[in-house]
């Protein structure tokens, strides 16, 4: 029994051994073997060896990261000044009633290539000054400015009947505006004239030149 019992620790004892080198060569191995990260451009990849190495195009060295970067535009100030020149068309109706259906004109100076001008007008004269609603745009270029004229804007007769000269004078708001003008803001200094040469009978019409003058600041986003 005293034999069979030494035999039986001896097995233990050996399998303890046995299991304990089996163990350290493990742990030995596990702490022989390193983890490294490599880099190529975006793509990253991690190697485990003894003596990792990054595979052909790859570095240890982490890409720097660029700051993204964005288009903004900034708010500023742009002066405006142009003499614009072209012809209207007047529609004559009741009650004194003058509407500009349409304005064809080309702007010259320092415009910021808004060369081009469209708009319409309405007033009923009662005296030989008086305001008038009108709204217009000014445009080239891929670029516009919406205008209104405010309400103090008016326009002048020099005479109560045909042929007369109108002065016009008044500012305009700018309400907005397209391409580098988007979201633009501002008030514009108008003066300018026109020639009536018709009796101004119902319904009647007549194309006329005019002359406009703009200045101002323009306020942009």
Known sequence: MKVHTRKFIQILVALAAISL????????????????????????KKVTATSPKCPAGYTTT?????????????????????????????????GNLIQVTKVDGTGTGNVSGLTGMSGSASSAPSNLCDNFDGKGVISGGGNSLSLTFDSSSQGCADSDSAPATITIKGSAKITGGTGKYAGASGTLIVKGTFDINSKGIVNSTESTSFTLDLSGNIATK
């Open 21 to 44: 080198v089996a163990g350290n060569v493990s742990v030995a191995n596990a702490a022989a073997k390193k983890t490294i990260t490599c880099y190529k451009g975006t793509v990253v």
């Open 62 to 94: 982490k890409p720097a990261v660029k700051p993204a970067t964005t288009t903004a535009t900034k708010a500023g100030s742009v002066a405006f000044s142009g003499t614009y020149k072209g012809k209207i068309s007047i529609l004559f109706g009741d």
